[in-house]
């Protein structure tokens, strides 16, 4: 953690702090506060990673390549990116994939789920609790649970290996399917490992349950997929805390992106242009009934109720979380039954498609508009973290704000803190950069 501060005299004194870089996320981002007066002024994450412009680059090509090439986007979220791509683009043929090929794809997720949130828990967040500067040093005295988390981690990379073809960037997803359907005995393999992980994700849930969390509590509406018979994953609509319930081809009217000047990631907002929160808290508020038992009894015993707005208890949420993804590979394992075909032919189709599901961090949203030869004409890709980004700036503001009086490094500690309870994924917002030229002209 490195910060500077710049400080201004008088009665209008000025404190900015900068925290460059922002430690233990996934990317480049700087997390600016200035304080004025013994108020906060103002509260800005500073993406600063270059734009890796994934829209551009889909135009032109194939459909069938999107998968492959979306999948590049993140190494630790790949699989989200692919099954938003591959439902959009299945919707727009018209064609519906076999029972047990969409078994197959929710197995995946759940592969992603786990090893994206164990990553967050045990490496990344869990530090800020027990006042460490890195999982390292938490390592030192904590060596049994972070082997834990680690094991956790592999677990589920090896689920989206055996599934997707490889750990990192899968390649065995396709348009209509999967080039390749894992043999029954190759999907038993992972039984133990997951009967395991379910107990270790458990025991994950009663370790962090015990962490000191800040009394704070959102007022933001919380956004997520809903499902009547699953906890939502691949499918479903897009719902709300302020009772928004619409299909994923409606992101577009209710939901827009704009740029501001201190990121090269697009800011979203929701249908009253108020920022919104993705994520952990928003698909467990929306959806709590539809956690697998041992998930939901884990939450009430951890002392989470129905719902929860506490940014700081994500990292909860999101163990409970790994507990349902355990519980649902096992049962979806169990379930298997290779399919006829391992895909169905899609045929090229013109129009637009629409696909969204939930990445670790929250929705991803993808729209693409294709013509009759198969060629995408134009790409949208709405990720979690660019829709975070307004609402954990106001965090800052409002809970910095209830911390001015602490010890300088405290201070910055807490706010980095904030940042941390959405896991941003950096890289996987800097997809778009509008550039404006400003001329001076002098005056004759």
Known sequence: M?????????????????????????????????????????AQLKVVEPPRLFEAILRGRSFIEVPDI????????????????????ERLCGIEVDPQVRRLRRLLYCGEWIESHALHVYMLHAPDFLGYEDALR?????????????????????????VGGREIHPINVRVGGFYRVPTVAELQRLVEPLAWARDAA??????????????????LPLVALVHPDEYPMSDGRIGSTQGLDIPVSEFDTHFTEEHVEHSTALHAVGPRREPYVVGPLA???????????VARTAARAAGLGP??????????????????????????????????????????????????TEAPRGICHHRYRVDARGTILDARIVPPTSQNQKGIERDLRRFAATILDRPQA????KCEQVVRNYDPCISCSTHFLKVHVHREHRRR
Not at 202 to 219: G, H, I, S
Not at 283 to 293: G, H, S, V
Not at 314 to 326: D, G, H, N, T
């Open 307 to 356: 719902e929860c707005r506490n940014p700081f208890k994500s990292i909860l949420v999101r163990a409970v979380e790994i507990v349902a993804a355990c519980d649902d590979g096992l049962r979806l394992i169990a379930e298997y039954e290779p399919p006829a075909a391992p895909a169905v032919a899609a045929p090229p189709t013109a129009g637009t498609g629409y696909g969204c």
């Open 70 to 89: 979306t999948a590049r986007i993140c190494g630790i979220c790949p699989v989200a990116y692919q099954m938003s791509a591959v439902q959009a683009l």
């Open 138 to 162: 938490l390592a030192a005295d904590f060596p049994a649970e972070v082997r834990r988390g680690l094991r956790l981690k592999q677990i589920g990379n090896d689920v989206v290996r055996i």
């Open 2 to 42: 490195s910060a500077r501060t710049a400080k201004a005299g008088g009665a209008g004194r000025t404190r900015r702090i900068v925290v460059n870089p922002l430690a233990r996320i996934e990317g480049e981002a700087e997390l600016h506060l200035t304080i004025r007066g013994g108020h906060v002024a103002d």
């Open 283 to 293: 698909r467990y508020t929306l959806n709590f009934a539809r956690l697998p038992e």
């Open 202 to 219: 458990l025991e994950t849930v009663r370790w962090v349950a015990n962490f000191a969390f800040p009394d704070f509590e959102q007022d």
């Open 410 to 413: 405290e201070l910055v500690w």
